[in-house]
């Protein structure tokens, strides 16, 4: 390091001295190892972490860790006036589409002076490539755990001595240690003993003492059952004073488990078919359960588990033909040992049948491709079948299924299907032809426009399980419509339409009008994603801060992120263990959605939990947590936003996306269904190409491992609980195509899709999200929502988020980008400040109609995103 960059830490840290220049960190894919939160001032200033001690009791520092987030690259560190070892680790998570900074641990490693007094403090000084800021800065330390140790007190020559011997099986580092004891007298500041491990008094109540020590040279305490090598702690006391009394409490931190947990690994043979995924396997016993996806061949070890019986469950796979099933199993965990267990697949006899669908050619010309409903008992599935081709679905329970074909017309002729029985069996493939014919009884409607928005509108027709669309031209027309009792509708966006008469019946009604009208009120989605990491202006009153005074038009709001396996005890608003990165406390975010609530009562606010941070705590989901955390702060419900690392998405025989994490990631979706109120809302962040993979879509870029992640979760039963998702359509590429995606995954899911945007820059450079961009993504929102008769949505990442660089229609940021969509999709208060503690910078003002002549001039008719 030069001699210029020291002379900077020193001026930045006030004269901290440089112990040791850490290389830049490798940065891994790997889980960081986190431990217990110490309730301690932390803060973050200039560059410097400072430590202060505003607690009543002394705490050690070595094996402490500091935790935080950045988006710059941390690559040295320095501490001030300590004489010991720093090191520096770091979890990449920049490739996943919520990133929120790179995991930091820092690392406080043989220090010569551990001990940080009450009134005491540290200071950190950081080396970043950037001046961006850091978030849920904590201070971590290893848990320490109480020791099976013999304790004996004598008092010989005025020294009161303490012989505690290792009865426990394990050996004891001695690098880090707590011992706890009464003593009626107040305790001397000179401790010894032997090995030496520089015991000092970390807190003294009444008669309640504690004693922290350990160094790096101190060595070890072997299981010592005849106490031939004890551990020695000694002070001056006289020999009439009170002896030191129990209870006596040894701790110590430990690498190796102890002797009251054991191990668990469970081993999966070759897989018997090479087109079956990992299955996922769930180890439950008292008061634990984990769900681990295992990779055939190979083995997993449950560590940690308390001694007792384990259940083990395999979930079944399939290769989209056959179902392979494995029998639970039970396995007894002792302690300090590791039990075995192998999980055989086999596959079943097929007890369910397959019913093959034909449709022949179309019977006249123009005719649409019709939309064949299959329903039975709890099933049902609905799929746009082409004439000539055929619909096969298999694994179907033994009973009876209807099939119903739509009512599909060329504009001169319709064509109709009779509902049809099928009676499924097992092991058999029943074969239903679905015939067309002509509809000979027909009647005439005349339909005249009042006011229509267009030279021509899309009028729906509904009768039953069937429906179909007739465009109406600006001077009315006459058509010919099948006999039957029809519901209307003309979908179009920013008006609303009346039937006069209500409904129509073929041949009673001839005449049918229609009058539009301006709407006023808007059914688009506006989602907002609000970065907790963020820091706010204001931090004690909750009414004044940026999420109480977010506008109207932001009509969803996910605040981000919570950690899936959080701890939240109910009623404390207690913000420290949940991963919610707030800079106020939780009774003031309590009251900035409360003043959020009156302001804005029709806005819908969730706890998004997961993100790229937290993608590795799902298998510890903790429902209750989460559930107590939505009624306490009143929020409408929770925000699934599931970013694993290797989803394991492929392509299975029956020519469907399979991935590793199906079931897992249906389950989450089940149960927080399961554990929140009935009307609470669940949404779910869908990867940009998360419906692509299969059909028209099975070559669609990017091709990486999401690549079809969303397609299970959206076949499964456990999407009639999701209301809506919002598509992370960003951070895909040059290459991707939003439009196409949004078909995908209308196609796959009848809910609500909303499109993403991100404010620039994004992870992948290739593309960025501009104002023309923004303004062309919402006209195509628009024309697909009437063409899907779904409400328009879009979603912003993030309201906070800023640009690097000075703010243009280039370059947008979050405030230019929501008035450009609040505005195409006629949502009101356009003007609305975004953050009322926000965005300093001078915004350049840019109109609507100002911005449409602009893009018009720069559009090439290719537009990706």
């Known amino acids: ?52 001690n505003n607690t009543d009791k002394s705490i050690n520092l070595n094996e402490a860790r500091i935790e935080f987030y950045s988006q710059a690259q941390v690559t040295q560190v320095a501490i001030e006036e300590h004489e010991g070892q720093v090191i520096l680790k770091a979890n990449d998570l920049s490739t996943l589409p919520h990133f929120q900074g790179h995991r930091y641990l820092i690392t406080f490693m043989n220090l010569a002076r551990p001990l940080l007094n009450p009134g005491e403090q540290i200071r950190v000084k950081l080396n970043k490539n950037s001046k961006s800021p850091i978030n849920n800065l904590h201070l971590l330390a290893p848990p320490l755990t109480p020791i099976d140790v013999k304790v004996s007190v004598q008092n010989v020559n005025w020294v009161e001595t303490f012989t505690i011997c290792n009865t426990s099986s394990f050996t004891i580092p001695l690098t880090n240690l707590e011992f706890d004891f009464n003593y009626a007298l107040p305790m001397p500041t000179n401790i010894w003993g032997n090995p030496w491990v520089a015991w000092t008094v970390a807190n003294q109540t009444n008669s309640s003492v504690t004693l922290v020590g350990g160094t790096p040279y101190s060595g070890s305490l072997a299981p010592d059952p005849d106490c031939k090598n004890p551990l020695t702690i000694q002070f001056n006391a006289n020999p009439t004073s009170p002896r030191p009394t129990g209870p006596f409490v040894f701790k110590a931190a430990i690498d190796n488990p102890p002797a009251q947990v054991g191990n668990l690994t469970v081993n999966l043979p070759i897989s018997p078919n090479n087109a079956l995924n990992a299955p996922v396997i769930t180890v439950s016993g008292s008061n634990y359960s984990k769900e681990q996806t295992i990779n055939w061949n190979t083995s997993y070890t449950f560590s940690n588990l308390t001694p007792g019986v384990y259940t083990i469950k ?199 009008t229609v009058t539009y009208k301006r709407a006023t009120t808007s059914n688009a989605i506006y989602v907002g994603y609000f970065d907790s990491l963020f820091k706010d202006g204001q931090i004690t009153d909750g009414a004044q801060t940026n999420l ?78 989460i559930a107590n955390f939505v009624t306490d702060f009143g929020l409408d419900g929770v925000d699934i936003d599931f970013e694993p690392t290797n989803p394991g998405c492929a392509l299975g025989a029956d020519a469907q996306i399979h991935c590793a994490i199906d079931t897992a990631f249906q389950s989450y979706v089940t149960k927080l269904k399961a554990a929140l109120p009935a009307t609470a809302i669940i949404s779910v962040a869908g990867w940009s190409n998360g419906a692509f993979g299969e059909g028209s879509w099975k070559q669609s870029p990017p091709a990486n491992a999401y690549r079809g992640i969303m397609i299970p979760l959206m076949r499964s039963p456990a999407a009639t609980a999701i209301n809506m998702i919002n598509v992370m359509s960003y951070n895909a590429g040059s290459q991707y195509n939003a439009t196409d995606a949004l ?54 990442w993030s309201l906070q988020k800023t640009p690097t660089g000075d703010v243009s229609h280039t370059n947008p940021n979050a405030t230019l980008i929501s008035q450009v969509i609040c505005e195409r999709l006629n949502l009101f208060n356009c003007d609305q400040v975004l953050l009322i503690n926000g965005f300093k910078k001078a915004i350049p003002a840019i109109s609507l109609t100002t911005l449409e002549k602009l893009c018009a001039l720069q559009h090439d008719n290719k537009m990706g995103y």
Not at 762 to 767: A, C, F, K, T
Request: contains cysteine.
């Open 1 to 52: 390091m030069t001699l210029y960059k020291i002379f900077l830490v020193l001026i930045a840290c006030f004269f901290s001295q440089l112990l040791q220049a850490v290389e830049p960190p490798q940065i891994n894919k790997n889980s960081l190892i986190t431990s217990t939160l110490i309730p301690i001032n932390i803060s973050y200033q200039n560059e410097c972490i400072t430590i202060f």
């Open 314 to 512: 395999g979930a079944n796979v399939t290769d989209g033909i056959s179902t392979y099933t494995a029998q639970p199993l039970t396995a007894n965990v002792v302690a300090n040992a590791t039990a075995s267990a192998t999980l055989i697949y086999t596959s079943q006899p097929q007890t369910t049948g397959t019913l093959l669908i034909t449709l022949p050619v179309a019977p006249a010309a123009g005719l649409p491709a019709p939309s064949v409903d299959v329903t039975g008992t709890n099933y049902k599935n609905q799929k746009t079948l082409n004439w000539g081709t055929s619909w096969q679905l298999t694994n179907l329970t033994p009973g009876n299924y209807t099939i119903q074909g739509s009512l599909v017309t060329n504009g001169t002729v319709y064509y109709s299907a009779s509902a049809q029985t099928a009676a499924v069996k097992a092991n058999t493939t029943v074969t239903q032809n679905l015939i067309y014919t002509q509809q000979t009884a027909t009647g005439a409607l005349k339909i005249t426009l009042k006011n229509p928005p267009a030279t021509v509108m899309p009028i729906t027709f509904s009768n039953g399980n069937t429906s179909f669309t007739q465009t109406i031209n600006l001077a009315g027309q006459t058509i010919t419509l099948p006999t039957g009792t029809y519901n209307l509708k003309s979908s179009f966006f920013g008006y609303d339409a009346t039937f006069n008469p209500l409904t129509v019946t073929i041949p009673s009604n001839k005449e049918l």
């Open 548 to 625: 109480a005074n977010l506008p109207s038009f932001v009509n969803v709001v996910n605040l981000a992120f919570m950690k899936p396996d959080a701890s939240y005890a109910k009623s404390s608003f207690d913000l420290t263990t949940t991963g919610l990165g707030f800079n106020y406390s939780g009774t003031v975010l309590k009251t900035a959605i409360a003043t959020l609530r009156a302001k804005q009562p029709t806005t819908k606010i969730l706890i998004s939990v997961g993100g790229a941070s937290y993608g590795a705590n799902w298998s510890k989901l903790n429902v209750d947590a």
């Open 743 to 796: 078909d995908a995954y209308n196609q796959y899911f009848k809910g609500q899709v909303n499109l993403g945007v991100a404010v620039p820059p994004e992870v992948d450079s290739s593309h960025v999200y501009d104002l023309c961009s923004v303004l062309s993504l919402s006209r195509q929102v628009i024309t697909k929502a009437n063409t899907n008769n779904k409400a328009p949505g879009l979603m912003l």
